[in-house]
Protein backbone atom coordinates (compact mmCIF):
# COMPACT_ATOMS: atom_id res chain seq x y z
CA UNK A 1 0.00 0.00 0.00
CA UNK A 2 1.42 3.37 -0.63
CA UNK A 3 1.64 5.55 2.12
CA UNK A 4 -0.63 8.51 1.65
CA UNK A 5 -0.38 11.61 3.15
CA UNK A 6 -2.45 12.37 6.23
CA UNK A 7 -4.23 15.18 4.19
CA UNK A 8 -4.60 13.23 1.27
CA UNK A 9 -6.97 10.89 3.51
CA UNK A 10 -8.74 13.85 5.52
CA UNK A 11 -9.72 14.76 2.23
CA UNK A 12 -10.84 11.62 1.51
CA UNK A 13 -12.86 11.08 4.43
CA UNK A 14 -14.32 14.76 4.84
CA UNK A 15 -15.44 14.19 1.25
CA UNK A 16 -17.78 11.59 2.57
CA UNK A 17 -18.49 12.88 6.05
CA UNK A 18 -19.88 16.71 4.78
CA UNK A 19 -22.90 15.03 3.14
CA UNK A 20 -23.84 13.18 6.23
CA UNK A 21 -23.69 16.20 8.43
CA UNK A 22 -25.46 18.23 5.94
CA UNK A 23 -28.41 15.17 5.59
CA UNK A 24 -29.05 15.20 9.08
CA UNK A 25 -32.48 16.27 9.83
CA UNK A 26 -33.62 18.69 12.60
CA UNK A 27 -35.84 15.62 13.89
CA UNK A 28 -33.25 13.46 14.20
CA UNK A 29 -30.57 15.22 16.82
CA UNK A 30 -32.21 13.56 19.99
CA UNK A 31 -31.76 9.69 18.81
CA UNK A 32 -29.74 7.46 20.02
CA UNK A 33 -26.40 6.46 17.83
CA UNK A 34 -23.40 3.32 18.05
CA UNK A 35 -21.87 5.63 20.53
CA UNK A 36 -23.71 4.95 23.68
CA UNK A 37 -22.57 7.82 25.55
CA UNK A 38 -23.86 10.46 22.28
CA UNK A 39 -27.28 11.13 21.07
CA UNK A 40 -26.78 12.58 17.28
CA UNK A 41 -26.70 16.20 18.79
CA UNK A 42 -23.86 15.33 21.05
CA UNK A 43 -21.94 13.45 18.50
CA UNK A 44 -22.54 16.56 15.69
CA UNK A 45 -20.57 18.78 18.70
CA UNK A 46 -18.00 16.41 19.53
CA UNK A 47 -17.54 15.88 15.91
CA UNK A 48 -17.24 19.52 14.79
CA UNK A 49 -14.74 19.88 18.01
CA UNK A 50 -12.78 17.46 17.06
CA UNK A 51 -12.07 18.69 13.41
CA UNK A 52 -11.22 22.19 14.92
CA UNK A 53 -8.73 20.85 17.68
CA UNK A 54 -7.09 18.80 14.89
CA UNK A 55 -6.17 21.56 13.00
CA UNK A 56 -4.23 22.92 15.88
CA UNK A 57 -1.98 19.86 16.46
CA UNK A 58 -1.48 19.36 13.03
CA UNK A 59 0.24 23.01 13.66
CA UNK A 60 2.28 21.48 16.31
CA UNK A 61 0.28 23.36 18.81
CA UNK A 62 -1.45 21.75 21.18
CA UNK A 63 -5.39 20.95 21.42
CA UNK A 64 -8.13 22.11 23.85
CA UNK A 65 -10.96 19.65 24.44
CA UNK A 66 -11.87 21.47 28.19
CA UNK A 67 -14.45 23.51 26.80
CA UNK A 68 -17.79 21.42 24.83
CA UNK A 69 -19.46 24.10 23.02
CA UNK A 70 -22.94 23.29 21.39
CA UNK A 71 -22.40 24.24 17.50
CA UNK A 72 -25.98 23.25 17.24
CA UNK A 73 -27.36 25.85 18.95
CA UNK A 74 -24.85 28.14 18.85
CA UNK A 75 -24.06 28.42 22.43
CA UNK A 76 -20.59 28.29 24.46
CA UNK A 77 -17.29 29.64 23.54
CA UNK A 78 -15.91 29.08 20.55
CA UNK A 79 -19.57 27.74 19.01
CA UNK A 80 -20.25 31.26 17.42
CA UNK A 81 -20.35 31.05 13.38
CA UNK A 82 -22.43 29.72 10.56
CA UNK A 83 -25.26 26.85 11.27
CA UNK A 84 -24.17 23.86 12.22
CA UNK A 85 -24.09 22.59 9.18
CA UNK A 86 -22.11 24.72 7.35
CA UNK A 87 -19.54 24.69 9.95
CA UNK A 88 -19.05 21.54 10.01
CA UNK A 89 -18.05 21.55 5.97
CA UNK A 90 -15.57 24.83 6.95
CA UNK A 91 -13.77 23.05 9.73
CA UNK A 92 -13.58 19.92 7.88
CA UNK A 93 -12.17 22.23 4.95
CA UNK A 94 -9.68 23.90 7.15
CA UNK A 95 -8.61 20.32 8.88
CA UNK A 96 -7.76 19.09 5.72
CA UNK A 97 -5.82 21.93 4.73
CA UNK A 98 -4.11 21.85 8.00
CA UNK A 99 -2.75 18.26 7.55
CA UNK A 100 -2.14 18.93 4.25
CA UNK A 101 0.86 21.86 4.79
CA UNK A 102 4.29 20.50 4.55
CA UNK A 103 5.57 18.41 7.23
CA UNK A 104 2.30 18.37 9.14
CA UNK A 105 2.37 14.77 9.31
CA UNK A 106 6.18 14.51 10.43
CA UNK A 107 7.75 14.47 13.68
CA UNK A 108 5.55 15.00 16.75
CA UNK A 109 2.83 17.46 17.70
CA UNK A 110 0.49 17.18 20.95
CA UNK A 111 1.17 17.49 25.03
CA UNK A 112 1.68 13.50 24.64
CA UNK A 113 4.27 14.25 22.18
CA UNK A 114 2.58 11.71 20.10
CA UNK A 115 3.99 11.23 16.68
CA UNK A 116 1.99 13.48 14.57
CA UNK A 117 1.21 11.24 11.82
CA UNK A 118 -0.08 9.14 14.43
CA UNK A 119 -2.39 11.98 15.84
CA UNK A 120 -3.49 12.59 12.29
CA UNK A 121 -4.67 9.26 12.41
CA UNK A 122 -7.16 9.66 15.60
CA UNK A 123 -8.64 12.83 13.38
CA UNK A 124 -8.97 10.30 10.19
CA UNK A 125 -10.76 7.69 12.45
CA UNK A 126 -13.26 9.81 14.28
CA UNK A 127 -14.15 11.80 11.05
CA UNK A 128 -14.39 8.34 9.60
CA UNK A 129 -16.17 6.31 11.86
CA UNK A 130 -18.53 9.36 13.55
CA UNK A 131 -20.04 9.74 9.74
CA UNK A 132 -21.27 6.21 9.82
CA UNK A 133 -22.27 6.80 13.55
CA UNK A 134 -24.26 9.44 11.74
CA UNK A 135 -25.75 7.94 9.50
CA UNK A 136 -26.50 5.03 10.20
CA UNK A 137 -28.53 6.92 13.27
CA UNK A 138 -30.09 8.95 11.06
CA UNK A 139 -31.47 6.28 8.50
CA UNK A 140 -28.70 7.41 5.82
CA UNK A 141 -26.85 5.09 3.76
CA UNK A 142 -23.05 4.98 3.78
CA UNK A 143 -20.87 3.14 1.23
CA UNK A 144 -17.44 4.23 0.84
CA UNK A 145 -16.36 5.51 -1.91
CA UNK A 146 -14.01 3.42 -4.45
CA UNK A 147 -10.70 5.62 -3.15
CA UNK A 148 -12.09 4.98 0.59
CA UNK A 149 -9.93 1.53 0.49
CA UNK A 150 -6.32 3.06 1.82
CA UNK A 151 -8.06 4.99 4.09
CA UNK A 152 -9.60 1.77 5.74
CA UNK A 153 -6.50 0.21 5.31
CA UNK A 154 -4.59 3.15 6.85
CA UNK A 155 -6.88 3.20 9.94
CA UNK A 156 -7.03 -0.38 10.47
CA UNK A 157 -3.32 -0.26 10.86
CA UNK A 158 -3.37 2.68 13.45
CA UNK A 159 -6.20 0.87 15.36
CA UNK A 160 -4.18 -1.84 15.82
CA UNK A 161 -1.78 0.31 17.49
CA UNK A 162 -3.68 2.72 19.71
CA UNK A 163 -6.54 -0.14 20.84
CA UNK A 164 -4.79 -0.99 24.13
CA UNK A 165 -4.32 2.41 25.11
CA UNK A 166 -7.81 3.79 24.07
CA UNK A 167 -9.70 0.45 25.42
CA UNK A 168 -7.94 1.57 28.98
CA UNK A 169 -9.04 5.30 28.36
CA UNK A 170 -12.62 4.15 27.17
CA UNK A 171 -12.37 5.36 23.97
CA UNK A 172 -12.86 1.75 22.07
CA UNK A 173 -14.56 -1.03 23.42
CA UNK A 174 -14.02 -4.55 23.78
CA UNK A 175 -13.36 -5.37 20.00
CA UNK A 176 -16.76 -7.56 18.24
CA UNK A 177 -16.37 -10.79 16.10
CA UNK A 178 -16.81 -9.37 12.62
CA UNK A 179 -19.46 -11.88 10.02
CA UNK A 180 -17.32 -13.64 7.97
CA UNK A 181 -18.88 -12.09 4.74
CA UNK A 182 -17.94 -8.54 6.67
CA UNK A 183 -16.68 -5.37 4.74
CA UNK A 184 -13.17 -3.54 5.84
CA UNK A 185 -14.88 -0.76 6.99
CA UNK A 186 -17.16 -3.82 9.40
CA UNK A 187 -14.08 -4.76 10.60
CA UNK A 188 -13.02 -1.61 11.31
CA UNK A 189 -16.08 -0.92 13.04
CA UNK A 190 -15.99 -3.90 15.09
CA UNK A 191 -12.00 -3.48 16.40
CA UNK A 192 -13.26 0.11 17.56
CA UNK A 193 -15.84 -2.20 19.79
CA UNK A 194 -19.07 -0.97 17.59
CA UNK A 195 -21.54 -3.41 15.90
CA UNK A 196 -21.03 -2.97 12.69
CA UNK A 197 -24.80 -4.35 11.87
CA UNK A 198 -26.31 -1.64 14.57
CA UNK A 199 -29.75 -0.13 13.85
CA UNK A 200 -31.39 2.28 15.62
CA UNK A 201 -34.41 0.02 15.86
CA UNK A 202 -32.28 -2.57 17.74
Not at 29 to 48: E, F, G, Q, S, W
Not at 60 to 89: C, I, L, Y
Request: with cysteine; hydrophobic share 45%; aromatic share 6%.
Amino acid sequence: MTEHTIGDLLRVAAGQAVPVVRAIPEDRLADPTPCADYDVKALVNHLIQVVVQFQALAAKQNSDFSESPDFVTGTGAGAEGPPWRDRFADEAGKLVAAWSAPGADEGTTGAMDMPARTVGCMALLDLTVHAWDLARATGQEYEPAPESGDVIATLREAVAGLAPTARKMGVFGEPIAAPDDATELERLLAETGRDPRWSAKG
